[in-house]
């Protein structure tokens, strides 16, 4: 969006480690493999060099200072008390400035990077390292493992994670569980299952977002003279879906380029023209795409690297219309965005309706989809006397060039024993209006074709 994009690259010094990427592998093995992307983490500088680090940082040449910045940030958290201290102590000057924006990089890094796991657990039941993870994260995880394992015959794993993470982590321990990861949703408990006969997904692990491939399909062809097919059959398409930290905002995803691709038949070039890339709501149930509309020769590609594009929302703008039944029709401009509210009413006793209509204004038209998706996952509410929302029961969309249009129905009656709400008195919703766009890269290796 015009004005309220704000664009990160998350490089391995922003996080104090390298990233970690890989493909499951066979069931035989023990763990996942794993490539780890070189980066200045193979020479991060002890804790006690930080004191003089820090004494660098108002150096006489800027070279120097620039040098123990970097150096510092290499510790990552690690750092973050002494930092906090020294800024205390010494919040003017050049060394202040740097400190202010040291700690401004370990606080983005802790709202957006990943979070880094270090375990060292050897032969120990399943429950209880899944306990340990949950307790170093700060995720849970669902169901109990008494519901995993119902008869108590759990399995014994071990991990050994050094800075890794949070779905390396998670990975590793699924692996040696015999469990598979089915849902992350923000704020929610990571959703866990007892895998089934199917062969375990390749994955990527990038930054706070996991991708995993659900199906490949793969096609050859023969062609003849004549004119292009616009509406030729893919090559080869790779479905997958992407799940984020529970820490992590609600958000949507695509791929838009490939960086390489490399099969048994070696280097293949890819005419940007014949890739296309379809993404979603990060942990939509729907699966996004990486689709090649030309052959692909082989029997497996060997190494695919892309990159992952993230939006996310940033900061939200509260539209909220008191009396709702009795307000008629409501118009606001949020975001540069034209909102508005109408159709509020009663369907039958118990049950309501209404609309919201979202016009692109001066907005570019992928700036409105984007925008779109994002309004996806934050969720227009109405409110009884009581500020309780009244539960959904349905509901329809439709998206133009120009215009989104959204119709919600709602109930009074609460579903799975909740208690029966009020009549609607509030519309509420926090929209989004800025979003916050940051890559990750991102690499497959191995992946066999049908």
Not at 280 to 289: I, L, P, Q
Request: proline share 7%; with cysteine.
């Amino acid at each position: 969006m015009s004005g309220t994009t704000v664009c990160v690259s998350f490089m391995c010094m922003l996080v104090g480690t390298t990233l970690s990427f890989g493909a499951q592998p066979p069931a035989a093995a023990t763990r996942p493999a794993t490539t780890r992307a070189a980066g200045p983490a193979a020479t991060r500088p002890a804790i006690g060099e930080l004191k003089g680090l820090l004494a660098q940082l108002d150096a006489d040449e800027w070279a120097a200072r620039d040098a123990a910045a970097e150096r510092i940030a290499l510790l990552g958290e690690a750092a973050r008390s002494d930092l906090e201290r020294q800024l205390t102590a010494t919040p003017d000057g050049e060394g202040g400035r740097r400190i202010g924006a040291l700690l401004a990089r370990l606080d983005e890094a802790r709202l957006y990077g990943p979070t880094l796991i270090t375990l060292h657990l050897r032969d120990v039941p399943a429950r209880e390292a899944l306990a340990v993870l949950a307790a170093q994260s700060g995720v849970s995880f669902a169901p109990a493992p008494e519901t995993l394992w119902p008869a108590g015959n759990e399995p014994r794993v071990s991990l050994e994670c050094i800075d890794e993470p949070f779905w390396s982590a998670v990975q590793q321990l699924c692996t040696g569980a015999g469990l598979r990861m089915t849902r992350s949703d923000p704020h929610a408990p990571v959703q866990l299952a007892v895998a089934d006969a199917k062969p375990a997904a390749p994955y990527a692990v990038a930054g706070p977002y996991l991708l995993k491939i659900k199906r490949i399909d793969h096609t050859q062809s023969t062609e003849f003279d004549g004119p292009n097919d616009n509406n030729a059959s893919p090559g080869c398409r790779i479905s997958l879906f992407v799940w984020g930290e529970p820490k992590m905002p609600p958000g949507v995803w695509s791929i838009e380029q490939v960086d390489e691709l490399s099969t048994d038949k070696g280097l293949q070039q890819v005419d940007r023209r014949n890739f296309y890339g379809r993404g979603t709501v990060v942990g939509a149930m729907n699966e996004g795409a990486m689709t090649f509309r030309a052959d692909v020769p082989g029997s497996r590609i060997m190494r695919l690297r892309t990159t992952l594009q993230v939006n996310v929302i940033g900061k939200t703008q509260a539209f909220e219309v008191a009396d709702v039944m009795a307000a008629g029709k409501v118009q606001r401009t949020i975001g540069g965005y034209a909102f508005e509210l109408r159709d509020v009413n009663r369907i039958v006793e118990g049950r309501y309706a209404y609309t919201i209509e979202v016009s692109r204004g001066e907005h570019t038209p992928a700036e409105f989809n984007a925008f779109r998706m994002t309004l996806s996952r934050s969720q227009a509410r109405l409110l009884d006397a009581n500020g309780r929302a009244l539960p959904s029961s349905g509901g329809s969309s439709s998206f133009g060039g120009d215009k989104y249009t959204q119709t919600n129905q709602v109930g009074r009656d609460g579903f799975g024993g909740a208690v029966k709400v009020g009549e609607p008195a509030k519309f509420a919703w926090d929209v989004p209006v800025e979003t916050r766009t940051m890559s990750f890269p991102v690499e497959f290796k191995d992946l066999p074709f049908p």
